[in-house]
């Protein structure tokens, strides 16, 4: 069987869009990257308290923790744990964003690796939750040090490994690096998870044949294709994945929609769930105008009657090519 994550999205991956991943086959999943002194100072801003929520139709999930300082992150990590609703805690060493890798936290802790190590082993002692690292290949490419800080993240306690197989430099640009990935998984016994590019089924089998990682954790690929995670369990059974059709990308908005608007108040709803939908539309005929115009909307009703339309369209298209 393929094992196949859901990687944390800052801004996307909500607990309704993860729950929605779960239910097409998605193994485990991250809360979005929450900052460790963020959480110490204002436990219960609703900034905070919102990115920890766990749904209930949510397995296995990890909440991802940001930090420069060992101690801060250490101690975060403790009383996420006192919450008793995660099962795992995640340190993001592999954030690119010039407000964070810059001064330290995220991608930075690769360049400071006796500071990540210490940050590893503070948290392992800190919780009996499994600890596990996010990290990229390396700061750049005359820096490739993820074989190293993988090392030291299993001499430290750490369970597992995701590597995203780019550098801070490269951002989200050019093409991961899945050979650097593979070495990382042959220098440690612990799991190491890849990451980056994986936007079929057939890629993250292939990924995981040819790497030897212990399984795929999906980002980009999931956004608007949450069934990318039921294309793999297809054929990880030997079947051959349908293509998702016209009305399943209809019938997801409209699913994702309604569980956003009963947990957000509903300007925030619309705003958010804009972009979702033009993720959902990709690839079908006529989807830019309709984002342009769904963009616009302002109501759920205004942005329901601009969809029913498209909808209509689409299926009258498709009669049109099948006569
Ligand atoms: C909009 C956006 C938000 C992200 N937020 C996070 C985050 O909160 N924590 C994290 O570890 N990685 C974050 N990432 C990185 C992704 O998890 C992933 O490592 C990266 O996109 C490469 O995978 P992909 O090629 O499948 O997209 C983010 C990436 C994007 C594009």
Redesign the pocket.
Known sequence: MTHARL??????TDYVFREICFEQGCEQA?T??ISAMGYLCAPNQRAVTELMIRGEKEGPLAV?L?GRDPDTVAEAAKRMEDLGRFDSI?L?M??PAHKIAPSGEGCGLMRVPDTAEEMMRKTVRAVCLPVTV?MRIGWDRAHLNAVDLARRAQDAGIREI?V?G?TREQQ?SGE?DWDEIARVAESVDIPVYG????WDGETALRRVRESGVAGV?????AMGNPWIFREIRQLDRGESPAPVTAEERFRMIETHYQRLLAWKPEHIAVREMRKHIGWYLKGLRGAAQIRMEVNRAETPEAVQAILSRFRQETEEAQEDGER
């Open positions: 990687a944390p999205l800052c801004g996307v991250a979005e990257m991802q940001f995640d993001n592999g954030c996010k995701t995203h780019r989200y991961a990451n980056g590019d994986i954790v999906i980002a980009r690929g």
